[in-house]
């Protein structure tokens, strides 16, 4: 995964291993990394939860509802709220990381197994 791919670099980089910290701030980039890259999923998920078009036309796909918006609203629609929603999805990824990776320092030597 892009979170464990970015720990071992930064792991390589430092010559040592990242702390919370900073295992936090790679589950914060790369939360945001898929937050961005699914925000057109998003968009269309949302677009299908409506399920109709602002002239009352009803969806019939997903295909139909990527057609649409780029036939009548250009590609940029696809990408609408990206900023709060990588925002959101990346300070979530800090909280949850960090507290996995807490969690594993935690319960791993208990269990019997190095960190």
């Given amino acids: 995964s892009i979170y464990e791919r970015m720990k071992v670099e930064w792991s390589l980089y430092q010559n040592v291993e990242v702390s ?12 945001a990394i898929a937050a961005a890259f699914t925000t ?3 968009v269309i998920k949302t677009r299908l939860m409506i399920g109709r078009d602002k002239d009352g036309v ?13 036939r009548e609203e250009g590609w ?6 990206i ?10 990824g800090f ?6 990776e807490k969690f594993r320092a935690i319960t791993m030597p208990l269990m019997g197994y190095e960190c």
């Fill in 95 to 100: 909280i949850y990381f960090g507290a996995y």
């Fill in 40 to 42: 057109p999923l998003d």
């Fill in 83 to 92: 900023e709060p929603r990588v925002m959101w999805i990346s300070l979530g």
């Fill in 58 to 70: 009803f969806y019939k796909s997903a295909v139909d509802v990527a057609g649409r918006i780029l």
């Fill in 76 to 81: 940029r629609r696809l990408l609408s709220g």
């Fill in 20 to 31: 919370l910290t900073q295992a936090a701030a790679c589950g914060s980039f790369s939360s």
